[in-house]
């Protein structure tokens, strides 16, 4: 019984987890349809530089995605399974585990970081491309 309850904030700050990691795919998956909606609309206004330029960010959305989803599958494998196996807790101390949750707030934050360079460069040619009037 005391084992069930010393488990009880891993689990807690496990599933937590697991909600901010589904929570990061839907933003991409919602990002994914707004860049989908783009290129579609400058498909039929003709303007072939910004499908071009959007087609460039659609390499940085799929490393940001697969940085996420590898981060959330680490997550599961290293930090989630473990928990429910070792009773006592100086275990998960171990550098490894260490060392995994150094890899899954690294990749966030490389997942965050490619996303915030997606949204830069459209800023950037949308701000460009207002500027100089051009409609291919």
């Given at each position: 019984?005391?084992?069930?309850?010393?488990?009880?904030?891993?689990?807690?700050?496990?599933?937590?987890?697991?909600?901010?990691?589904?929570?990061?795919?839907?933003?991409?998956?919602?990002?994914?349809?707004?860049?989908?909606?783009?290129?579609?609309?400058?498909?039929?206004?003709?303007?072939?530089?910004?499908?071009?330029?959007?087609?460039?960010?659609?390499?940085?959305l799929i490393a940001a995605w697969w940085m996420?989803?590898?981060?959330?599958?680490?997550?599961?494998?290293?930090?989630?399974?473990?928990?429910?196996?070792?009773?006592?807790?100086?275990?998960?101390?171990?550098?490894?585990?260490?060392?995994?949750?150094?890899?899954?707030?690294?990749?966030?934050?490389?997942?965050?970081?490619?996303?915030?360079?997606?949204?830069?460069?459209?800023?950037?040619?949308?701000?460009?491309?207002?500027?100089?009037?051009?409609?291919?």
């Open positions: 019984m005391e084992s069930l309850l010393s488990g009880i904030p891993q689990y807690i700050i496990a599933s937590i987890n697991i909600l901010i990691t589904i929570n990061q795919s839907t933003y991409i998956m919602g990002l994914e349809r707004l860049i989908a909606d783009r290129i579609r609309q400058t498909e039929t206004d003709g303007i072939t530089r910004t499908i071009k330029r959007h087609k460039e960010n659609w390499h940085l996420l989803a590898s981060t959330a599958v680490a997550l599961i494998i290293f930090r989630i399974i473990p928990s429910m196996y070792f009773d006592d807790a100086t275990e998960l101390t171990h550098p490894w585990f260490i060392a995994v949750d150094f890899m899954i707030i690294f990749g966030t934050l490389l997942g965050y970081f490619l996303l915030l360079a997606i949204a830069f460069r459209s800023w950037k040619w949308n701000s460009w491309q207002g500027k100089t009037g051009q409609d291919g």
